[in-house]
């Protein structure tokens, strides 16, 4: 990822000068600024090669009933492009054996499937239906894919000081044209160049959700890990939260691990 986007950041930055449509109330240092935060949050998490997680997802509806699912993540960093994971769902019983696959890319729409295991087959999620919830979650399946820097332009607001923790607020802007969102705004920790809140607003660009991630840990000396993210829904009055645990890296995952038939293998 990083050594292409080294390459490209002269090129990024010259488009994100002169593609204004989303951020024409912004002057071009804001618009550059906020680009090179984004750059400089992306090469803090390149290098980790691959990595697995065991994941809790915990739903919860208005009235505050909740229902838990256990995941496991699998991870392929890809360089020069966005990263492949594999979703496995082991718990409860009607989802045992679900699997979801995402190729993400950097400049064109993202690949994703779902294995169905009451149906034995696998779903291709189409490209204009990624703002779609995916497995009755607040996580729609675009939230699941690696955020690649060419997804978005950008623009720097303001510092502010979040709970404690001094950041840069940015708004960001889908360049997919079929995303749910029309922007975004992400608080960045100064020191770390880790998201502590995203809020996502919707096509009307009204405040749809808004995701807190909590209590990062760092591995490997370099790339922190939120331990939960809380995505809540203020339209719907619904949340998730995603409580992660056993983070490893370089594994030695392959390509051939999130392969579409893979899925079908999941285990």
């Known amino acids: 990822m990083m050594t292409l986007k080294h390459l490209l950041l002269t090129a990024l930055t010259a488009t ?44 919860r509806n208005k009235q505050g009933d909740t229902s838990k699912r256990n995941i496991r993540i699998k991870t392929l960093e890809v360089i020069g492009d966005g990263d492949k994971s594999l979703s496995i769902f ?9 699997a979801f696959l995402t190729y993400s890319h950097a400049l064109k729409p993202d690949e994703q499937w779902l294995y169905l295991p009451a149906l034995k087959r696998v779903k291709r999620i189409n490209s204009k239906n990624k703002s779609g919830p995916f497995m009755g979650s607040e996580f729609a399946y675009e939230d699941l894919a690696s955020q690649e820097v060419e997804k978005y332009s950008y623009k ?41 809140k995203i809020d996502f607003y919707d096509r009307k660009n009204d405040l749809l959700k808004t995701l807190s991630n909590k209590d990062y840990q760092q591995y ?13 829904n203020h339209q719907t009055g619904k949340s998730t ?27």
Not at 25 to 47: C, N, Q
Not at 90 to 98: E, L, N, Y
Not at 188 to 194: Q, S
């Open 156 to 196: 720097y607001l303001r510092d502010e000081v979040l709970n404690g923790v001094d950041c840069f607020v940015i708004e960001r802007y889908p360049a997919y044209e079929h995303s749910g969102y029309t922007r975004q705004i992400a608080w960045v920790n100064k020191e770390r160049y880790v998201a502590e």
């Open 16 to 59: 994100a000068l002169s593609t204004t449509t989303a951020v024409l109330a912004g002057d071009e240092d804001d618009v550059a600024r906020g680009l090179a935060i984004a750059i400089e949050s992306d090469k803090r998490d390149t290098g980790f090669a691959d990595q697995t997680a065991n994941m809790t997802m915990e739903l």
């Open 90 to 98: 082991d718990k409860p019983a009607d989802v045992k054996g679900t």
């Open 220 to 232: 490997l000396d370099k790339f922190w890990r939120p331990d939960a993210m809380e995505m809540i």
């Open 241 to 267: 939260t995603l409580t992660w645990q056993n983070y490893k890296f370089k594994t030695g995952l392959t390509d051939k691990d999130f392969s579409r038939n893979s899925l079908k293998r999941a285990r």
